[in-house]
């Protein structure tokens, strides 16, 4: 076996403000799975989609996909801080091949990176450095998005360039589901968050970055009180995407449109663009099948949480 697919929910919100324990121990149960799932696996290269919350990426220039030849995760949150093990000429390369396929996509020699790419490396591998990873920027908050099919067909690209390589490739998709957690929008803000969504906000002073995580947290208890404070979870969505993914059934989502997700889900919900980018890339190694899916609303982590296994059919 070449590829596996994993797609996962990350939250920043996870050890701040928990759910239930029988909640958290069945989403930690879920998680030990496809970690045993990853180890049994033994992935010699991992290709990581994920989108960024205005640490890593901004107004100064918002591109709508990007590859980094070198990663830094910034430690949000309290998740893990480092650099990531980029091979930096295959992500070269891969960025070449991919705008050879007709995908425009940004290049980073000095990408920074938050929670969305560091939590499913803790989770599924242990480490940041523990295995050579591509990192893949999807721009999923900041409007103007990219469309589904963008996305698509960037992981089509990437997953054909991969099985050139004769590597055992872990494929991980981080983000969603139905979620639109306070994060601000650069029409609406006052001043001083504009300038931060300009490009300020890259390296935030250790109070600020503090307050910001504290303004999180209390909208979350907010949330679990009443769930009418940000955008209510849509489990219904959530399900009907889960299984458009599961079944490979991924052109169907390309007359989905932006303003739609928006509406139904949350506009936080384009992170589920990198599940469609992963799995895209999954079956351009072949035909696949769904090997594990999990489901559950989690108001805590103000998410629609999932996680979801395939193999090759």
């Given amino acids: 076996m070449k590829a596996l697919l994993q797609c996962l929910s990350h939250s920043p919100l996870v050890g701040h403000v928990d759910p239930e324990p029988s909640v958290l121990n069945e989403v930690n149960r879920v998680i030990r799975h496809s970690r045993e799932r990853v180890n049994a696996f033994d992935p010699e290269l991992i290709l990581l989609f994920s989108p960024d919350h205005y640490n890593g990426f901004f107004y100064d220039i918002m591109p709508s996909f990007c590859i980094g030849t070198s990663a830094y995760a910034i430690?949000?949150?309290g998740t893990?801080?480092?650099?990531l093990k980029v091979p930096a000429k295959l992500s070269e390369d891969a960025v070449q091949y991919v705008m050879d396929a007709g995908v425009d996509v940004a290049l980073s020699h000095k990408m920074q990176v938050d929670h969305g790419f560091a939590q499913p490396l803790e989770f599924l591998v242990g480490h940041l450095d523990q295995v050579p990873v591509i990192p893949v920027f999807i721009n999923s908050v900041a409007v103007p998005l990219p469309s589904f099919q963008r996305a698509r067909l960037l992981g089509d690209a990437l997953g054909r360039y991969l099985a050139t390589l004769n590597k055992r490739v872990l494929i991980i998709g981080s983000g969603?589901?139905?979620h639109q957690p306070p994060v601000p929008e650069l029409?609406?803000?006052?001043?001083?968050?504009?300038?931060?969504?300009?490009?300020?906000?890259?390296n935030l002073p250790t109070e600020e970055r503090q307050a910001r995580t504290q303004r999180v947290i209390d909208a979350a208890h907010r949330f679990v009180d009443n769930q009418n404070t940000l955008h209510p979870l849509n489990p219904e969505w959530d399900q009907w995407?889960?299984?458009?993914?599961a079944t490979g059934d991924l052109m169907s989502l390309d007359n989905v449109s932006n303003q739609d997700v928006s509406d139904k889900a949350g506009k936080s919900t384009h992170e589920v663009k990198n599940w469609v980018a992963a799995a895209a890339a999954m079956a351009a190694f072949g035909p696949y099948q769904e090997e594990s899916r999990y489901y559950r609303p989690i108001p805590e982590?103000?998410?629609?949480?999932?996680?979801?296994?395939?193999?090759p059919a």
Avoid: K
Wanted: proline share 0%; hydrophobic share 45%; charged share 20%.
């Fill in 187 to 202: 029409a609406t803000a006052d001043s001083r968050i504009q300038e931060r969504l300009l490009g300020s906000g890259r």
């Fill in 301 to 311: 982590w103000i998410a629609g949480y999932g996680a979801l296994t395939a193999v």
């Fill in 176 to 178: 969603g589901l139905s």
């Fill in 80 to 83: 893990a801080a480092g650099h």
């Fill in 75 to 77: 430690g949000d949150f």
């Fill in 241 to 245: 995407f889960l299984e458009r993914i």
